[in-house]
């Protein structure tokens, strides 16, 4: 698979992640940690998806 599309692919999935979480974790934890984790997990998802990313392509 093109690795340009692979980038777009995992970037509109990780958003779709975030948008649940910052509709879910508010319910379960105070409003500011629950954002907060939100946008950690957002990043640890997009910064493992493109080390897998890398590592496929090279």
Do not use: C, H, Q, W
């Not at 629950?34 to 090279?58: C, P, Q």
């Amino acid at each position: 698979m093109d690795a340009r599309l692979l980038d777009v692919i995992i970037g509109v999935i990780a958003f779709l992640i975030l948008i649940v979480l910052l509709a879910l974790l508010p319910l379960v934890m105070t409003a500011a940690f629950a954002y907060l984790a939100a946008i950690i997990v957002f990043i640890l998802v997009l910064s493992g998806a493109g080390y897998l990313v890398n590592e496929k392509i090279a």
